[in-house]
C-alpha cells in the first residue's frame, strides 16, 4: 500500500515579552521625539475578545512522523490566510498533501494547491494520523 506523506499547518499568537509602550522622551533642549516598544517587530491583534501584541507563529508537521518540517514567525498583525504560501513553500519534498484549518481557507489557497499539485486533504476527506 503506497501511503501518501501529507503536512498539517497552524498558526499560534505567541506573546512578545517586550511591553509595547509608546513613550514620549524630552531631551534637555525642549525637543520631543517618539520612542516605541523595544520590540519593533510586534503587532497588536485581536482574537475573540482578547487583544495581544507580539507573533503568530506557523508550523507544519508531518503527518508520517510528527516532526516539524517548517516553523516561522511573522507579526501578529498578519493575516493566516495571506501567509499559507509561504509556509507550503517551504516544505520538504514528498509532501503529497496539506491539512490545516479554516484559517486558511481561501479559493486563492486552493487554487494554489492544486497549481502546485498538493492534496487539499481537507477536501478528500481524509484522516490523518501519525
Known amino acids: ?13 505567541i506573546e512578545a515579552v517586550a511591553r509595547p509602550n509608546r513613550t514620549v522622551e524630552v531631551e ?40 516539524i518540517d517548517t516553523a516561522m514567525a511573522r507579526p501578529a498583525n498578519e493575516s493566516e490566510t ?10 520538504p519534498l514528498g509532501v503529497d498533501g496539506v491539512l490545516a484549518d479554516k484559517g486558511f481557507a481561501s479559493a486563492e489557497n486552493r487554487q494554489y494547491l492544486k497549481r502546485k499539485r498538493f492534496a487539499d486533504l481537507a477536501q478528500c476527506g481524509r484522516i490523518i494520523a501519525p
Do not use: C
Not at 500500500?1 to 497552524?10: E, F, L, P, V
Not at 482578547?50 to 503568530?56: E, I, L
Not at 495571506?82 to 516544505?91: E, T
Open 82 to 91: 495571506k501567509q499559507f504560501k509561504r509556509v507550503v513553500r517551504k516544505l
Open 1 to 13: 500500500m503506497n501511503k501518501a506523506r501529507g503536512a498539517i499547518i497552524d498558526a499560534s499568537i
Open 28 to 67: 534637555p533642549e525642549g525637543k520631543a521625539t517618539l520612542k516605541d516598544s523595544a520590540d519593533g517587530d510586534a503587532r497588536w491583534v485581536k482574537k475573540g475578545k482578547h487583544a495581544f501584541f507580539g507573533y503568530r507563529v506557523y508550523v507544519a508537521v508531518d503527518t508520517e512522523d510528527a516532526f
